[in-house]
């Protein structure tokens, strides 16, 4: 039996990366840019008016005149204007070019516009730039703006909208296989007999993934026949980009999924790890020409699948998508814990953040790994380390979040 | 001009619940939950083997007995089976229904199995209900599982699929229109003139939209023209649960956009907040029925909208939609700030958690309200309170995180 990190680091190892694809931007939510975004032109590419007020030159301010001819509106929109001389000016716009010979832009309300002209107080703050947004001044031409291996959300979006990037390289959106198995399972709608139970896994898990972005999620339920078995998975292999299966992998008769996904050429990675919940867990991959598949086995019990799913197949999804490991979070337990076996617990929590910024967490008091429905009063959950037993309150663990 | 916290509220205390409607359980991801959830039968729905093992009597264990003659194998999905006497057992897959007569499970790997004889050693800790998930221990038939207005994440869709909510009542899915305005504006694909710029205010309000959950959006660019403003935005207030404006709202003299929506017979809340950025921020309210429509203008500005889209329109949307506001966030200052005007600042920072469990942020240097770019490498912002001017590096303030 491997530990919590051995079997992070095989998985995370060996993920490899997944393929990229050009894309039309509105398309890319949620989508790794596989490409650095560069501004096509300066940014500002003019000077522009950062409010509604006058433009004109400080200087002639500043020498003392207190008078200025409006020679006319620039709109934002409008194309560049020309100040006639040092006496004139322009009403002018947030967002519009500044004229050439002005220098910056006073505020509509300081102004006192009469019959054309524009009669100024003494004593304002008037000086070269104020009210203007430099031309170049948040980046020049050519500048990177957006480094590859980011998540596209509004900003970035925003960002290559700005530069005229209407396709986007992005990382390929992986179709992934949820399989659930078990003949005690039912589906949602049937009325179960009393030792039947109704499907969710399936569900929960295709859920998970797509409130972490992965949208491409086919359902697929195994009875419990062998042959069938063998058959409905050899054909999902050969058209899907990754399998997550929940359950038929613990030590049981009908448990025959390993050595099923082993006898289709499933390379193992790993099986078991020193875990509550979710020990059963295995890993492993499926050559595909150049790429490997990743297949991950997860325990058919609720709380146990979830949990997996969290802990180890979204962070995989998303280094295989390009993106760096997410700065880790931790939280303060709430009351001690005492927990014997050398193995990592994964305990659900409550979480509650505190004005002070720190982040406390209560352990929700359950069952058993089977009691999902008070798990699902909770927030996430934290990874209490092996070879401890003993974690004090006001100790910070590893925290990770529920997908929302 | 009022306060953020008096804008919070007027908007808050207006914004009144969208209608509710049953969809399938698969449609609802993301969706408020606006009826409780209850039990349909106890769960476990019997009493439940949570290993792979074998089913016995506990006191025939502990009277002596050591040798147990196996019935059969009862496989989840298995009717109930009997024990013939205290001295049989059964092998027993997890999650299958434990038979009558017997009261614990023993682990696989604790049996040595011979001839249809499992064969027991001495000194096992076996006790009534060991390797056993009671039934009804999770919850009695009845009882509620899920209270109204929760978002339905995959944990919260997990607990209705297992009772057989194969439809649930949420809030309806409002449909908003995102309006962008101004004639310098030009669609991402042109190559804009020197003066003109690429239109992203639309996409990244809709985008950030999307990703809070509210996926009907429709965007629409108006130009410069009054008559043709006044058309398109009665139109649109007739064919939306929500609208969105980017711009036009400051005191320029194209800037129409609020006396064509009062003239449409939009009932202003309120205009101009005392923050920076996003000071001519404008909300009104329009009747249909008996709804109050939300009308939210935000200024032009990039960050000015993004900001104030954080800020006021998303949380108005989850309250809108039945959710109680979300815990506030906190995080303390990595350097000291001064500020002086007596307004409210939205500081755009990068977000550093701590192994302490303490959220630290430092903020960016940036140019302009229309820096946009610095904004894209930030986390989000927090909110230093205006009639202060000094911000002490390690103070913790109100943190807000971009849609992600």
Not at 3 to 25: F, H, K, R, Y
Not at 311 to 316: E, G, S
Request: charged share 25%; with cysteine.
């Amino acid at each position: 039996m491997i530990t919590v990190q051995e079997a992070e680091a095989l998985i995370l190892d060996n993920i490899g990366q997944l393929d990229s694809e050009s894309i039309p931007l509105q398309q890319a939510v949620g989508r790794t840019l596989r490409e650095p975004i560069v501004a096509d032109r300066a940014l500002p590419p003019f000077d522009r008016a950062t409010l509604d007020g006058i433009a004109l030159s400080s200087s002639a301010y500043n020498m003392g005149n207190r008078s200025f001819q409006v020679q006319g509106v620039i709109a934002a929109g409008s194309p560049p204007e020309d100040l006639q001389d040092q006496k004139a000016c322009f009403e002018i716009m947030t967002g519009a070019p500044l004229p050439k010979g002005a220098d910056c832009v006073l505020g509509i309300e300081e102004v006192d516009l009469e019959e054309g002209v524009a009669k100024l107080k003494d004593n304002l703050a008037l000086s070269f730039g104020v009210g203007v947004h430099d031309a170049g001044s948040d980046c020049e031409a050519g500048a990177t703006l957006l480094e590859p291996n980011v998540t596209l959300t509004a900003k970035e979006i925003a960002i290559a909208a700005s530069v005229g990037k209407s396709e986007v390289l992005v990382s390929k959106s992986p179709r992934i296989i949820v399989v659930s198995t078990g003949d005690e399972l039912v589906p949602i709608e049937q009325k179960p007999e009393v030792h039947e139970i109704r499907r969710s896994n399936d569900l929960t898990l295709s859920v998970a993934l797509q409130l972490s972005g992965y949208r491409d999620v086919e359902l697929l339920h195994l009875t419990d026949d062998p042959e069938r078995c063998e058959t409905e998975l050899g054909s999902a292999l050969e058209r899907c980009d990754a399998l997550v299966l929940a359950g038929g992998i613990s030590k049981g008769k009908f448990d025959y999924i390993p050595e099923t996904l082993i006898k289709l050429g499933v390379a193992i990675r790993f099986q078991r790890v020193s875990q509550r919940p979710g020990k059963p867990m295995w890993f492993g991959q499926f050559s595909q020409g150049r790429a490997r598949m990743p297949v991950f086995a997860l325990p058919g019990n609720p709380v146990s699948c979830f949990t997996c799913l969290r802990r180890y197949v979204i962070p995989a999804l998303r280094k295989w998508s390009g993106l760096p490991a997410p700065k880790p979070l931790y939280a303060k337990l709430g009351h001690d814990i005492t927990f014997k076996p050398d193995i990592t617990l994964f305990l659900p929590v409550s979480a509650d953040p505190r004005p002070s910024s720190e982040l406390w967490v209560t352990p929700t008091l359950f069952n058993t790994s089977g009691d999902f429905v008070s798990v699902a009063k909770t927030d996430g959950f934290i990874e209490l380390p092996r070879k401890r037993s003993i974690f004090p309150q006001g100790e910070a663990f590893r925290y990770f979040d529920w997908p929302q």
